[in-house]
């Protein structure tokens, strides 16, 4: 069974590989790459699940952008008819029931009115650091 903790241990498996810091600066590093790790999984799965939505449509000779797609709870088994090619099978089937799970709702709820509470709701819209700027910080 996939989770969240599997990709991101992988993610800092690999992470590892790339960066080296002096073993003083050792905990807040991983402390950082964690927080950033959580985050890009947690947008790779939002983008993965507007991915199915936009193929179900495709599928059906329907158009659907991100912002139809936004908006737009299918089912399980919708979910499942529209795979994407480069995730697993058992991935896919793992995807299809979190998609569909109370839990994911509620925290999706929560973070559509997190959203919406911001007067800027263009916040988090700055960017991010480049290669060489996470490289120093890192080092």
Request: charged residues 25%; hydrophobic residues 35%; positive net charge.
């Amino acid at each position: 069974m996939y989770t969240y903790l599997t990709v991101l241990l992988g993610l800092v498996l690999h992470m590892q590989k790339l960066f080296t810091v002096q073993l003083r600066h050792r905990v807040p590093a991983d402390k950082i790459l964690e927080a950033y790790l959580v985050r890009r999984v947690s947008n790779m799965v939002y983008q993965l699940r507007l991915e199915a939505v936009k193929m179900y449509f495709h599928l059906r000779d329907e158009t659907c952008d991100d912002t139809r797609a936004r908006t737009i709870e299918l089912t399980e088994e919708q979910y499942l008819t529209c795979r994407l090619e480069w995730c697993s099978k058992s991935a896919w089937a793992w995807f299809c029931k979190y998609w569909t799970s109370d839990e994911y709702k509620r925290k999706r709820k929560i973070a559509q009115d997190c959203c919406m509470s911001s007067e800027d709701n263009a916040q988090n819209r700055g960017g991010s650091r480049n290669f060489s700027e996470t490289q120093q910080l890192l080092v």
